[in-house]
């Protein structure tokens, strides 16, 4: 059984940082791709970025190089490093993993989900 823990999700001030980490248990994280997703209340859950099992990576359109996205397969952990933080980051974020060769924006293709960490974002 797969699980993903996320983890660092709090309030923050904007234009502060935070840094999200998603553990990964009772598989092969080095075989996983990995994702980030948010939802925000009343809207869809959106992609936020991805890191491939070789580290390549790949972000939403919206993050324009705020936020970076990394991998330890030695700690079975992936991160979301987040700065410049804005109210609209304000979202319950979600880390992903995909089993395929991944790289992926698609929810669809992701095979295991965490329950999710609240970031909170204050004007």
């Known amino acids: 059984q797969v699980q993903l823990v996320e983890s660092g999700g709090g309030l923050v001030q904007a234009g502060g940082s935070l840094r999200l980490s998603c553990a990964v248990s009772?598989?092969?994280?080095?075989?996983?791709?990995m994702g980030w997703f948010r939802q925000a209340p009343g809207k869809e859950r959106e992609f936020v970025a991805a890191v491939s099992r070789s580290n390549m990576t790949y972000y939403g359109d919206f993050v324009k190089g705020r936020f970076r996205i990394s991998r330890d397969d030695a700690k079975n952990t992936a991160t979301l490093q987040m700065n410049g933080l804005k109210p609209e980051d304000t979202a319950v974020y979600y880390c992903?993993?995909?089993?395929?060769?991944?790289?992926?924006?698609?929810?669809?293709?992701?095979?295991?989900w965490g329950q999710g960490t609240q970031v909170t974002v204050s004007s």
């Open positions: 992903a993993a995909d089993l395929s060769k991944g790289l992926s924006a698609v929810e669809a293709y992701y095979d295991y």
């Open positions: 009772g598989g092969t994280f080095s075989s996983y791709a």
